[in-house]
């Protein structure tokens, strides 16, 4: 059975930094990406990591340049390195896994599982 473990959101201060974790326990999948949710906003994806290649996607300009996603084949585990986040950055923070995304690695519904969500906050 397929779960996507997320960890180590949690209240940070503006500037500061976070490494979210997603581990797999499961098979491995040809995409992970995180996607966040704010109150009263839609989901919206943040970056992404095709496991074979480790080619890096990002969101165009609220987190690139920021954010690093990578991955660790060792351990089956996908990480987001959050840098100089801002409070506009708090969001709960979702891990998703897909088989076949194709270029649309931005869109949630092409994932095949997600985890349960892990919350962050940028205090100012």
């Known amino acids: 059975q397929v779960q996507l473990v997320e960890s180590g959101g949690g209240l940070v201060q503006a500037g500061g930094s976070l490494r979210l974790s997603c581990a797999d326990s499961g098979r491995t999948f040809s995409t992970y990406a995180w996607f966040r949710q704010a109150p009263g906003k839609e989901r919206e994806f943040v970056a992404a990591?095709?496991?074979?290649?480790?080619?890096?996607?990002y969101a165009d300009s609220s987190v690139k340049g920021r954010f690093t996603i990578s991955r660790d084949k060792a351990v089956n585990t996908v990480y987001l390195q959050m840098n100089s986040v801002k409070p506009e950055d708090t969001a709960v923070y979702y891990c998703?896994?897909?088989?076949?995304?194709?270029?649309?690695?931005?869109?949630?519904?092409?994932?095949?599982?997600w985890g349960q969500g892990t919350q962050v906050t940028v205090s100012s």
């Open positions: 998703a896994a897909g088989f076949n995304t194709g270029l649309f690695y931005t869109t949630p519904r092409r994932y095949d599982y």
């Open positions: 990591i095709i496991w074979s290649t480790d080619s890096r996607y």
